[in-house]
């Protein structure tokens, strides 16, 4: 009988929490804020294509070392 009481009196609950300012999981919102980058600086664009062109042509470099390997 206690044990009917004491799972009688537990208040479960199925609604689910807000997400609001206080919690640890909200970041900003927006455009620009989802990047682990800042597209906004001054020479983005040319460290974009060195970074780019770097992992591209990589393989490429490579493949004509070991072309004209001995």
């Known amino acids: 009988m206690a044990t009917r009481q004491l799972v009688a009196r537990r208040g479960f609950t199925s ?10 999981y909200h970041y900003p919102e927006g455009p620009y804020h989802n990047l682990p980058f800042n597209p906004k600086t001054r020479f ?14 990589i393989p490429f470099g490579i493949a004509v070392w070991h072309t004209y390997k001995a």
């Open 15 to 24: 609604t689910t929490r807000r997400m609001d300012a206080f919690s640890p």
């Open 44 to 57: 983005f664009w040319l460290r974009y294509w060195l970074f780019m062109g770097t992992g591209f042509g």
